[in-house]
């Protein structure tokens, strides 16, 4: 069965600096990811997503997710990171019909 | 651009109460789905339905729980007898093709008293 791990409950950056929000998944074949955030009592917005060729997706927001299969990683990143990024992260992954699974989420702090 | 909607935003019940969900999916969507994250928590699956029928459940989705296509744009998530821990934000989503192109709503609070 798929599953997601995302290793860090939560991290503090100062605003401006880049950001890497780590993700691994386990699949049994080629997965389907995502990356969701989550602003506080609100729902989910989709930021980015990868089915399939090049590995390097590009995002709302200036979010950007590199899918690296050897590493079994889809790690998030923002190269300058804005207040207004604070918020609960998501990665997820897919099946092609079934479910979709997430991670237990990364809390991004902004410090100004 | 079409979205997922549901309703109501937030409702309050009290414990032992039947309640019932809605979402009205995308309009040519054939796959739905209920997720629920507990407060603090992650997202997890609670079912997925397609043709009209059950096609995964996780074991959340135990007998207190029912999913139902009223109408041609209606779905439903009803909990028989809501306890304390069902107190959670429960999101619908739909789909086209499958799992991996899933368009979320904006989630149901649930607060049970």
């Known amino acids: 069965a798929q599953s997601v791990t995302q290793p860090d409950i939560h991290i503090t950056v100062s605003e401006g600096a880049s950001l890497e929000l780590r993700c691994n998944y386990s699949?049994?074949?080629?997965?389907?990811l995502f990356w969701y955030v989550q602003s506080p009592g609100q729902g989910l917005q989709l930021l980015l997503k990868y089915f399939s060729g090049d590995t390097l997706v590009q995002g709302i927001k200036g979010f950007e997710a590199e899918f690296k299969r050897s590493q079994s990683s889809f790690n998030l990143r923002k190269p300058s990171v804005h207040w207004s990024d604070a918020a609960e992260y998501f990665c997820?992954?897919?099946?092609?019909?079934?479910?979709?699974?997430f991670g237990a989420g990364t809390r991004l702090t902004v410090k100004p | 651009e079409p979205e997922v909607t549901q309703t109501p935003s937030h409702q309050v019940t009290q414990m032992g109460q039947e309640v019932i969900l809605r979402c009205v999916p995308i309009s040519n969507h054939l796959y739905f789905y209920w997720y629920r994250q507990i407060l603090g928590q992650k997202v997890e699956f609670l079912v997925s339905f397609y043709n009209n029928e059950i096609s995964e459940k996780s074991e959340i989705f135990d007998d207190q729980f029912s999913v139902e296509r009223p109408d041609g744009s209606n779905f439903t998530l009803k909990i028989r007898s809501t306890k304390l821990e069902d107190s959670a934000m429960y999101f619908c989503a739909s789909s086209v093709q499958g799992a991996y192109e899933q368009y979320f709503g904006p989630g149901t609070r649930l607060t049970v008293t």
């Open positions: 997820a992954v897919a099946s092609l019909i079934h479910d979709m699974r």
């Open positions: 699949y049994g074949a080629t997965p389907y």
